[in-house]
């Protein structure tokens, strides 16, 4: 049995909708974080399985990054699932993800995969949003399995970052990847996505993806982040050329 952590900040029709009401009839789903991060988006839904809430004071400082510190707060399992409020995980995929992470607790697994680059001339990280499955560097946080000690570890070590998160557009752009590498550091055995798709539903106009800067953003972060980590034995980014 897993929790969910969920964020509702602007698309709280999904929410309310769609996506809670189908993790309410998942067994294997015993507990639903639901974190309301926005005062204005506030809605009722009564379930045993439903915790709320009220962190729209933490989200002002932490951004996106709150969805660690709800999950450090408020699980009552080891193993966490995050997912957003544009997608909903098929059974399938939820099971296979489910059972990877049984396999090796201290590997993050999930869906949604992606390798980190380095441009071989200047030596710089760089992200590029070109999914793999299999062994990856880092996952999305539209389906991410964690265990509460990554998670806790990612919140201890937060503070590593300094100011990063007040230099994005999106507070804390970049959480997903601090997640997965700070546990790979850790565990050094590196994250993992299985080949089973999610469902999109309705983005509407808040989507963090599409901010102009958000690549920029992530790039910076990468950059930042191996300048406090040294990479560890396993990383081998992909390396390119720019043009």
Known sequence: VCSSDLMNFKRSDNIKNHILPYYDNI?????????????????EYNSPK?????????????GVFTRYIAAKKYTKNRCVLFTDDDVIIPAKTLSMVYQKWKENPKRIVGAEGRRIYKDIA??????????????????????????YENILAACNQEPVMENYKNTTVIKWNGEDMFLCLTASSYHDVKCYSVDSPVVSLDEGTHVISRVDS???????????????????????????ALK
């Not at 067994?27 to 809605?43: D, N, P």
């Not at 439903?50 to 932490?62: A, L, N, S």
């Open 50 to 62: 439903v915790q709320h809430v009220y962190e729209w004071e933490t989200d002002k400082e932490y």
């Open 122 to 147: 200047t030596g710089e990280y760089l992200y590029r949003s070109t999914a793999f499955h299999g062994d990856v560097d880092f996952l999305l946080t539209s389906c991410c399995m964690a265990s």
């Open 27 to 43: 067994m294997a789903v015993g507990q639903i974080i639901l974190v309301h991060c926005f005062e204005q988006t506030v809605f």
């Open 214 to 240: 958000h690549i920029q953003e992530r790039c910076r972060f990468l950059n930042l982040f191996f300048s406090k980590y040294a990479p560890v034995t396993y990383f081998q980014p992909i390396e390119i």
